[in-house]
């Protein structure tokens, strides 16, 4: 399985971009990169996901790298209730179906 | 549509007694898994079924773990007897095994065991 690191921890003002990074060096090339979050108290929740290509949803947008090395969830305008736990997961989709939630990043949106 | 039921939202229990987690997953979804998790080892992968039969059950701790999926709509983790380690939150999740690893997660059952 391609490992993930991810900052342990990040803050940013309401109503600003949360940029959340995730560095995934030895992902292969059937692999997806997947974000989850998990506020305080409930399941985890799926964001958005993405193989190559730049994918933007009505919650985020991907941004993966050229070289699928690292990726970049982005919170358009941060608001209290996106403060979580986020996870980045790299996986291939089909044929091996485990989905290993590391430690993430705790982020933190402030007033 | 529902989204993923879990029973119940808590439970206190004392140590050696039988505990029995429930789970409806997501209708028309194949897919179902067992997660727990803990502050000190964070959200693990326990066991998972696909059409109703277990593939990997590598996850589950120990013989005291039991889970089951007798029809698509239905499962159950079972610990018996259970211990103070058991302490955790378990979520049960579903996916549409076509939908890849867009997977979907109950509210997720508090036990406490005393």
């Known amino acids: 399985d391609a490992k993930t690191t991810q900052p342990p921890s990040m803050d940013c003002a309401e109503g600003r971009a949360a940029n959340l990074p995730c560095n995934h060096s030895t992902i292969s090339g059937n692999e997806y990169v997947y974000w989850y979050r998990q506020i305080h108290s409930q399941g985890p929740q799926y964001i958005i996901h993405g193989l190559k290509n730049n994918e933007t949803n009505e919650m985020a947008s991907l941004i993966i790298t050229e070289d699928r090395k690292s990726s970049t969830l982005i919170l358009p305008h941060a608001t209290l209730r996106d403060t979580a736990v986020y996870y980045c997961i790299v996986r291939v989709d089909f044929g091996n179906e485990k989905l290993t939630f590391g430690t993430g990043t705790r982020l933190t949106i402030i007033p | 549509d529902a989204g993923v039921i879990q029973s119940p939202r808590h439970e206190v229990t004392e140590m050696g007694q039988e505990v029995t987690l429930r789970c409806k997953p997501i209708?028309?979804?194949?897919?179902l898994f067992w997660y727990r998790q803990t502050m000190m080892r964070g959200l693990e992968l326990l066991i998972y079924?696909?059409?109703?039969?277990?593939?990997?059950d590598s996850g589950m701790p120990e013989d005291r773990f039991s889970a089951k999926m007798p029809n698509a709509s239905f499962s159950t983790l079972k610990i018996q007897p259970s211990e103070p380690r058991d302490s955790a939150v378990y979520f049960c999740?579903?996916?549409?095994?076509?939908?890849?690893?867009?997977?979907?997660f109950g509210e997720g059952s508090w036990l406490t065991v005393v």
């Open positions: 999740a579903s996916r549409d095994i076509p939908a890849g690893n867009t997977i979907y």
């Open positions: 079924f696909n059409n109703n039969v277990p593939i990997d």
């Open positions: 209708s028309g979804h194949n897919s």
